[in-house]
């Protein structure tokens, strides 16, 4: 536990400090009990989502100081800030105008960019859907295969995924990542190249994975298809800031759609990164999918921060990690369609506020961002609740439900798993009462006793639940802009940069040098001794 945390000379954070001091022996069941109103009183709801937040370590008196201290920071002018395109991302000097990209409003900052680079997706995605866009054999698209990595996948292949059900069933999406070539060879192996259409996502043009995969791509396609050596623009689409590194591979500017420098790559999947998402829903569900963000930005903006949905998420994670030593988060979805939205979330949550220097170029003294897994459910009741439950860590939850797909007979059993998951994390089960229940059923007290030990659930758990009706495109919007926001607010507080990614570089520099003395003799770098050894290994192997 840190209960040092600190931001400001204002004596709001000692004031945390002190209540929390003060709730050393909080349990949440007496809190029920001596609150029959607890629930109605800690659930809000907007943009389309429902959000209780009830089962938390938290009394009004937590919320009002946990809320006080994000006006103390000037949360709202911060929030405004990043919205109207101040340069919030300090080391990089750029703005972050994601929301930009989901404004219908026509008053967004770049606004006129933003409407032609989504008027020539909407005119590539008609053409392939209608058949009009024909590989070079003459035959019309069927597969779309998504290169990228990061940002340029992660989102794409979520909300994909995601939104299945919403397909217009002209093309069939694919998405390749990985540098290891079996994740590429096992999506070509599925496709014919007459009728694949690849899309190369990739703001400089020369991300390691993405080009390597694009190279062999098109060496596949051209091998395959040799009449494709001339036509690759029948072939190839880029997303990119640099369209002439673009042009340098083959692809023809008219089949290259704008990246820009003001949207992080976590965020892309708003812009024309998103192509592979209107290439499987159409346009019209992609722009059902910003309008549901959009929705969750104007919350954002204008609810109170005692009813704000990434406001209050925001502050109970500052409340855990700071203050009771919280270190891990788990995301569960109880909605199979959301299968890939934890390993989303790893990313926008841990690139963005995974720093150790504040704003102001200070080392930073306290703990930031919480490790963040998940997996869909019910597979992880069946191999890591079991953790949750039983074991020592202090791991909040985030449950997420849908509350009514239509005519399902499992739905009303999956839904059941999700809320007596949370309620078991919260109330727990007793050592006397499982020992009495053992004893009733005939075992002997000595044995019920030991027993009693290994079975007792201490409950108590913090849980958050975020429900919503259906997994519309609209939906989808908002749920993932609230964690967007959410992460913002975190930044806030924490007084970081949530929009920079510079740790991710270094491995990559090096691995270009490991890569040189992997595939060279005479080079004159040199590494650690594992890391020689380990490279002599291969070189034997290889050998």
């Known amino acids: 536990m840190n209960n040092t945390f600190k931001q400001t000379d204002s004596p709001i954070w000692d004031e945390l400090a002190d209540h929390r001091q003060s709730q050393q022996n909080f349990r949440l069941v007496e809190k029920f009990a001596e609150d029959p109103t607890r629930f109605d009183k800690m659930h809000v709801s907007g943009a389309n989502l429902i959000l209780d937040y009830s089962k938390n370590l938290v009394t009004e008196e937590t919320l009002t100081l946990l809320v006080k201290a994000a006006e103390s920071l000037n949360l709202k002018d911060r929030i405004a800030a990043m919205i109207r395109g101040d340069k919030v991302n ?44 024909m590989g070079c054999t003459g035959l019309r698209i069927t597969d ?17 995924d995601a939104l299945k059900g919403f397909s217009k ?26 009728v694949t259409l690849f899309i190369i996502c990739s703001k400089s043009f020369t991300t390691l994975e993405t080009l390597q995969n ?34 340098e591979f083959g692809i023809p500017d008219t089949n290259v759609l704008p990246m820009w420098d ?46 704000n949905l990434p406001v209050l998420l925001a502050l109970l994670d500052i409340w855990y990690v700071n203050y009771w030593g919280g270190q891990s988060q788990a995301v569960l979805p109880y909605c199979h369609r959301l299968c890939y939205f934890p390993e989303f979330l790893q990313q926008l949550t841990m690139e963005s506020n995974g720093k150790s220097v504040d704003m102001n170029n200070k080392p930073i003294s306290y703990p930031t961002a919480p490790v963040t897994w998940g997996t869909v459910e019910t597979n992880g009741q069946h191999s890591f609740h079991q953790l949750l439950h039983q074991g020592t860590g202090f791991i909040p939850v985030d449950f997420i439900a849908e509350l009514n797909p239509g005519d399902d007979e499992h739905h009303a059993h999956l839904l059941a798993n999700c809320l007596a998951q949370s309620n078991a994390l919260m109330n727990g089960k007793s050592h006397e009462d499982i020992k009495t229940e053992l004893m009733d059923a005939g075992m002997t007290e000595q044995n019920a006793q030991v027993q009693a030990m290994h079975r007792q659930i201490p409950g108590n758990h913090p849980s958050n639940t975020i429900v919503f009706e259906r997994l519309t495109p609209e939906v989808l919007g908002s749920l993932i802009a609230l964690y967007e926001h959410r992460v913002f607010v975190q930044s806030v507080i924490w007084n970081i940069n949530a929009f920079d990614q510079f740790g991710v570089e270094l491995g990559k520099k090096i691995s270009q040098q490991v890569y040189t003395k992997l595939v060279e003799d005479g080079t004159d770098a040199e590494f650690d001794a594992s890391t020689e050894g380990l490279i002599g290994i291969y070189k034997k192997a290889k050998s």
């Open 262 to 307: 003001w949207v992080g790559g976590r965020y892309s999947l708003w812009s024309a990164i998103g192509i592979s998402i209107a290439m499987s829903v159409g346009m019209d569900n992609f722009n059902r999918l910003r309008k549901g963000a959009e929705a969750m930005d104007q919350h954002f903006q204008s609810a109170s921060l005692d009813q």
């Open 90 to 133: 300090t080391t990089e000097d750029r703005p972050a105008l994601h929301t930009a990209l989901r404004d219908f409003s026509g008053r967004a900052p770049f606004a006129a960019d933003i409407d032609a680079a989504f008027s020539k997706m909407k005119a590539i995605v008609d053409q392939v859907h209608s058949g009009q866009w």
């Open 214 to 247: 694009a190279k062999t791509a098109k060496a596949w396609l051209e091998a395959k298809l040799p009449e494709a050596k001339n036509a690759t623009g029948k072939h190839f689409l880029a997303v990119s800031s640099k369209s002439g590194k673009a042009g």
């Open 169 to 194: 069933g002209a093309v069939k999406c694919h998405f390749v990542s990985n540098i290891d070539s079996t994740d590429l060879h096992s999506v070509l192996d599925l496709v014919a190249p007459e």
């Open 144 to 160: 779309v295969v998504n290169i990228g990595i990061g940002g340029s996948h992660l989102g794409p292949m979520m909300v994909t």
